[in-house]
């Protein structure tokens, strides 16, 4: 497709120039833009096609970057990308050393604050709007959030905060979730046109300052006011917040949103705008089915996304062993109930869900109360299994801490998408749960080297009376044979898989697919150490008192992780190895194919045997000078 209109626009400069009559042409090849795009690269999909129109109008109205327009999660904000400079490396995107998946401060000066993780964004352009404020600087801030990133707490602790210092900040709402309702129509809209014009707003505050001279007819007028707008507008839980509520608005009308915006800029103090949109607007199978077209692979668009099928079947994923153990557990065990905070089908919760409603809870993006809720329960005889990703169970981590293993409560967390995770980058890597889970007293941290361990394990913390931890990565394992049995492991105990000579390679999880291959080609020992909290000392102490060196394997970072804890035990029985620590190092990883970050962290097979066959000549010379010296 030529597009003829948007490839003259590198900057929101260029959006500005255009005619009003222009404008509906550059959301159309937008639009189709994102769809060859996205289809080829794969990303998130649905969503962005929801936002073209407001990106348009924002850019058109807001002076960025001076105005700071902050974007919530991300997943909306690939019209932002093009609009703003970046259109010519869109087929860079999610791959190394290209575009991010989200906004990101190093990127570019248009992506104000870098975000991945959801409901911050009112939150973040609270803090600009104050530092405007202080710095008496003539500067708009604007938020954009989805209805369903408004479930979690923090977005009403800053609505709150907002209203309580009158901040001049809009908050946009974009409720992509609801059809468009008859409230969204010609009347709505034009009764938001009214509301934010000048002439209304003049007239607003004129009328109160009359009305307030004659506290009688003040106090009528504002109850008849506030039982009106309960009646009509959905606005009255922010206008208690203390915002002036708009809406809400058809969020595809490019006009509309563009004139609404400006009336909008030219107020002062906290706004909330609420605008309805169609995820997957303009492409009918993204319509239909939002939630297959959230987040894609590449795909035909002539065709879009197609089932697999015939071959041999294909190995189940870890998310998918995770999902079937679910469903055959709660069968045994009526006590099973399941937690998501808004991750049903990216935590394989989709089966258990319909065979179990009454005992399937999704608590939307709200992991704090996820976590607080599975402490009730196990409180009161329940056993509960949290299904969370690894980046996210950071957000309930004092809950974590002080709800569940303060208390040593039976609950199971089902860590997914933990260690690198890939092409999402940094805000989504799992880089840090064995650390900031190893030094919490009580708690059982397990990790599986392939499916079948992955079940086992499931099953032993389940029925572990205390607080318990699987983490399991992203995507398929090395295709182990999954038994139906369930049967505990031996608490603490690992597993030596194959003794050699002269180094031991301790292994948590994953990597044990590659260390194998290392090991075989060095002739060394190889352990699968299966758990990271407890560790099986003796076994360690044996490795030590038999090796020259020890070397520890995880996809978690070095500091405090799992090495760290093998570390610990050698200082403190005072033993002299030799150890060298693999794992993810001490900086943030960037976006990328998993495979990719395994070799940049040095944890593929041919990366795990040249360094530990380079740290054992090292140490053969250091030994043999010592004997020379001798």
Request: hydrophobic fraction near 40%.
């Amino acid at each position: 497709m030529t597009y003829t209109l948007l490839d003259t626009i590198d900057s929101p400069e260029d959006i500005r120039a255009l005619e009003p009559k222009q404008l509906q042409q550059l959301v159309d090849e937008l639009r189709a833009f994102i769809i060859d795009s996205v289809s080829s690269t794969g990303g998130h999909f649905a969503a962005n096609l929801g936002t073209v129109e407001l990106t348009v109008a924002l850019h058109r109205v807001y002076n960025t970057p001076h105005d700071r327009l902050v974007w919530d999660v991300g997943h909306q904000a690939y019209a932002h990308k093009i609009l703003t400079g970046r259109r010519r490396a869109m087929p860079t995107l999610r791959q190394k050393g290209g575009l991010s998946g989200f906004p990101r401060r190093e990127e570019s000066l248009y992506d104000t604050f870098g975000v991945g993780h959801s409901s911050t964004s009112i939150s973040a352009a609270l803090g600009m709007a104050l530092a405007a404020r202080h710095q008496h600087a003539d500067r708009k801030v604007a938020a954009v959030i989805g209805d369903g990133a408004l479930t979690a707490g923090m977005a009403y602790e800053a609505l709150c905060h907002a209203g309580s210092i009158d901040a001049d900040l809009l908050v946009i709402l974009n409720d992509n979730d609801m059809s468009i309702s008859p409230n969204v129509g010609a009347m709505s809209n034009y009764l938001t046109r009214l509301l934010s014009s000048p002439l209304y707003t003049n007239l607003r505050e004129s009328s109160k300052d009359l009305l307030k001279r004659l506290p009688p007819v003040w106090e009528v007028a504002q109850r008849t006011r506030e039982h009106l707008r309960g009646m009509l507008i959905p606005g009255t839980l922010f206008e208690e917040m203390g915002f002036h509520y708009f809406g809400p608005i058809d969020g595809h009308d490019v006009h509309l949103l563009t004139q609404t915006l400006e009336n909008l800029r030219g107020l002062k103090g906290p706004r909330l705008l609420h605008i309805v949109t169609r995820k997957g607007k303009g492409y009918t199978p993204a319509e239909e089915n939002p939630v297959a077209y959230h987040g894609v692979s590449r795909f035909d668009p002539e065709r879009g996304i197609q089932p697999t099928s015939g071959g041999k079947p294909a190995s189940p994923t870890y998310t998918q062993v995770f999902g079937r153990w679910l469903c055959d557990m709660a069968a045994r065990d009526e006590r099973l109930t399941a937690i998501t905070p808004a991750m049903r089908e990216g935590s394989g919760l989709v089966e258990f869900s319909e065979q179990y409603p009454d005992r399937y809870y999704d608590v939307a993006i709200a992991e704090q109360h996820a976590v607080t809720l599975a402490a009730g329960m196990a409180c009161d005889g329940l056993k509960p299994v949290v299904a969370i990703y690894s980046t996210f169970l950071q957000r309930g981590y004092d809950q974590l801490i002080h709800d569940v293993a303060l208390q040593n409560l039976p609950v199971l967390f089902a860590i997914d998408r933990a260690g690198v995770v890939g092409p999402d980058g940094a805000t989504h890597a799992g880089s840090f749960d064995m650390s900031f889970m190893r030094c919490l007293p009580n708690m059982l941290i397990m990790a599986p080297s392939d499916e079948n361990e992955c079940r086992q394990m499931l099953y032993t913390g389940f029925i572990h009376e205390g607080p318990a931890a699987v983490r399991y990565p992203r995507g398929k394992g090395p295709g182990a044979i999954i038994e139906e049995e369930m049967r505990a492991l031996p608490i603490g105990k690992a597993e030596i898989v194959r003794r050699g000579h002269e180094a031991a390679l301790l292994c948590f999880g994953a990597p044990l697919a590659g260390a194998r291959i290392a090991a075989d080609a060095l002739d060394t020992t190889l352990v699968n150490m299966r758990f990271v909290k407890p560790l099986d000392e003796d076994l360690i102490l044996e490795m030590a008192a038999s090796h020259r060196l020890l070397v520890t394997i995880e996809d978690n970072a070095i500091a405090g992780g799992a090495g760290s804890g093998v570390n610990e035990l050698l200082a403190r029985h005072g033993l002299q190895v030799e150890i060298l620590n693999l794992g993810l190092p001490d900086r943030f990883l960037e976006h990328a194919s998993r495979e990719e970050l395994l070799q940049e962290a040095g944890l593929d097979a041919e990366s795990i045997r040249a360094r530990v066959a380079a740290r054992l000549a090292d140490s053969g010379k250091i030994v043999q000078h010592r004997r020379v010296r001798q």
